[in-house]
């Protein structure tokens, strides 16, 4: 029964813990695209959640935390290439030939996991303070301008 108690204690601190995540993803990116002027003008930011199967929870999760900031979320399997700012990536799969498609579109591509950066433009890094981290490979790669500013503050993923 003690180990029990244990145990949802232990998820129930993990659950809050990736709300608060989410919550300091959700606007920070927001951020990202309104500094480097990534949005329409005059228009709401448009971001496309791309999802797989396992991550459909936290993806509904994240949309919220968009919607409160006032961004028009469309979540998919498949992006839409069309009218969306951003990416936001909520899967750990993802293959070299999506990659390759998303970075044609010339748009931000997030993760909200921090270790798929190599497969990102922006994540977020979580030590003593967090900050964003930023792929400048994929970057420099897809011809995007990204504000200074944000360079300055944020820490910088380095090719393995």
Not at 36 to 49: A, R, T
Not at 121 to 134: D, E, H, L, R, W
């Amino acid at each position: 029964m003690k180990y029990l108690f244990l145990f949802f204690i232990f998820f129930s601190f993990l659950a809050a813990n990736i709300n608060e995540l989410l919550y300091i993803e959700a606007k920070l990116y927001t951020k990202i695209i309104k500094i480097s002027n990534f949005q329409k003008k005059n228009k709401k930011i448009v971001i496309d959640l791309i999802y797989d199967k396992d991550s459909v929870k936290i993806a509904k999760k994240m949309a919220k935390f968009l919607e409160k900031n006032g961004v028009d979320v469309r979540m998919d399997t498949v992006p839409n290439f069309s009218e969306a700012d951003a990416y936001i990536l909520v899967t750990k799969k993802i293959s070299d030939k999506f990659k390759k498609r998303l970075l044609r579109t010339k748009k931000l591509i997030f993760s909200i996991y921090p270790d798929m950066i190599k497969d990102s433009m922006v994540s977020i890094y979580i030590g003593a303070k967090v900050k964003p981290i930023i792929n400048l490979y994929l970057i420099k790669k897809a011809s995007i301008y990204i504000n200074p500013i944000i360079l300055k503050v944020a820490k910088i993923y380095e090719k393995d």
